[in-house]
């Protein structure tokens, strides 16, 4: 079997083991509801491009040289890109999800959520969770200021 066709299948897998779906996992790196299905099912494109395929590993957090058959020069995934990532996906359904319902949580609160969710993601100690997330709290609040 075509070594393209395997790596497809191998995506198929991981995104259902991570209980994801095509249509969000096409969302979240950037590109229409339907593309990660055309991808899959039909063979379009033949091959992820090179930002589709760094997104795509990180968000199901393995080597980007498993989603690809041509060599890679620097395939891994940094874990830091990988929790930054998620951590961008929290925050951003959590605001989704109080906007949708009209509430509000106190910075402090929603910090706190947030720490919690990472937590049970990653298993790290508190001390840890808590430093990391602070850290990022701060960039991702300095970035959608910018924007």
């Not at 593309?35 to 080597?63: C, H, M, T, W």
């Not at 906007?99 to 509000?104: A, C, D, I, P, S």
């Not at 106190?106 to 001390?127: Q, T």
């Amino acid at each position: 079997m075509e070594a393209t066709e395997e790596i497809r299948k191998k995506i198929a897998c991981l995104i259902t083991e991570r209980g994801l779906n095509f249509a969000k996992v096409s969302l979240s790196i950037g590109k229409n509801i339907a593309y990660i299905q055309q991808f899959i099912k039909n063979g379009s494109p033949r091959r992820l491009g090179e930002v589709e395929r760094q997104k795509l590993a990180r968000l199901l957090n393995v080597d980007e040289q498993e989603l690809t058959d041509l060599p890679l020069k620097n395939s891994s995934a940094s874990a830091q890109d990988v929790n930054q990532d998620i951590l961008c996906l929290i925050i951003e359904n959590i605001e989704t999800w109080l906007e949708q319902r009209k509430l509000t949580l106190p910075p402090h609160n929603k910090a706190e959520l947030i720490r919690l969710i990472y937590s049970k993601i990653y298993n790290e100690p508190e001390e840890t969770a808590n430093k990391k997330i602070k850290d990022f709290i701060d960039i991702y609040d300095e970035v959608r200021k910018a924007n």
